[in-house]
């Protein structure tokens, strides 16, 4: 009995102690994904864990990573939203070639009266951007998270090497870009068109096969319209002679 009681002491210790270690880390805002193609269209979705203290959160202030265009934010009921232009120190071309001279540098979520989030519940901000054509880099979503008393800043850059800093900023790292990597671009063209290739003389072969049975037909049929006049040529022969 005492053996199960200092058992169930140890893990109950033990327990708390990994809800200890856990819990920083699980009070950080995070971002989802925390991985994105490099120049792709993609979305971030923010997730607030708690408030300040026992203060509920009113405002999410997100400053948008340097090279990250085209920034839509997701409507969110309760929830105003703001998302003014600036303009670029320089233009930057888009796939159709087209120059952007403007683009959205912060994002700012402000709660409507009563729609405050409270301290001990959490909740999410999504917003869509294209990430910038930079393979192996890090975006950092800089978040501000004010309270009715008080905020926090989660706008401390981590590449996840080290001592991890009290207020981590959201991070998404741009991995290998789409069609570079099995079977794309010129890879997947070439494929496309051996398969094309083998389709058409699927459909060639079948053609002819379907000639020839034709003729074979055509053939059999002749042959049986001649031994048809051959068998009544014999037989009106037969006639004659008799009579």
Same mark, same amino acid.
Not at 43 to 48: F, R
């Given at each position: 009995m005492?053996?199960?009681v200092?058992?169930?002491g140890?893990?109950?210790?033990?327990s708390?102690?990994?809800?200890l270690?856990?819990g920083?880390a699980?009070?950080h805002v995070?971002?989802?994904? &925390?991985?994105?193609?490099?120049?792709?269209?993609a979305?971030?979705?923010?997730?607030?864990p708690h408030?300040?203290e026992?203060?509920?959160t009113? #405002?999410?202030?997100?400053q948008?990573?340097?090279g990250?265009?085209?920034?839509t934010? #997701?409507?969110?009921?309760?929830?105003?939203i703001s998302?003014?232009?600036?303009?670029?120190?320089?233009?930057?071309?888009n %796939?159709?070639?087209e120059?952007?001279t403007?683009?959205v540098? @912060?994002?700012?979520?402000?709660?409507k009266a009563?729609n405050e989030l409270?301290?001990?519940?959490?909740?999410?901000f999504?917003?869509g951007?294209?990430?910038?054509?930079? @393979?192996?880099?890090?975006l950092?979503?800089?978040?501000? #998270?004010?309270?009715?008393?008080g905020?926090?800043?989660w706008? @401390?850059?981590?590449d996840?090497?080290g001592e991890? %800093?009290?207020?981590?900023a959201?991070?998404?790292?741009?991995t290998?870009?789409e069609?570079?990597?099995?079977g794309?671009g010129?890879?997947?063209?070439?494929? @496309?068109a051996?398969t094309?290739?083998e389709?058409?003389?699927?459909?060639t072969?079948?053609?002819?096969?379907?000639?020839?049975?034709?003729l074979?037909i055509?053939?059999i049929a002749?042959?049986?319209?001649?031994?048809? &006049?051959?068998?009544?040529?014999?037989?009106?022969?037969?006639k004659?002679?008799?009579?």
């Open positions: 005492n053996k199960t200092r058992a169930l140890a893990l109950g210790v033990a708390a102690g990994l809800m270690a856990a920083p699980g009070a995070v971002p989802d994904p &925390a991985e994105v193609p490099a120049g792709s269209y979305a971030v979705t923010l997730t607030v408030g300040c026992d203060s509920p009113k #405002q999410l202030k997100v948008i990573p340097d990250a265009l085209s920034i934010p #997701q409507v969110k009921p309760g929830w105003d998302a003014p232009m600036v303009e670029l120190d320089e233009p930057v071309a %796939p159709e070639g120059d952007i403007e683009t540098k @912060e994002v700012t979520f402000t709660a009563g409270a301290p001990h519940f959490r909740d999410t999504t917003i951007y294209k990430a910038p054509d930079k @393979e192996g880099e890090t950092y979503f800089k978040t501000v #998270q004010t309270c009715v008393k905020e926090t800043a706008i @401390e850059e981590w996840g090497t991890e %800093p009290e207020h981590p959201p991070a998404v790292k741009l290998e870009a069609g570079e990597h099995g794309g010129e890879a997947a063209e070439a494929e @496309e051996s094309g290739e389709a058409a003389a699927a459909d072969s079948s053609d002819d096969a379907g000639d020839s049975n034709g074979a055509a053939a002749v042959s049986v319209v001649a031994i048809a &006049a051959s068998g009544y040529s014999i037989a009106s022969g037969r004659r002679a008799a009579s």
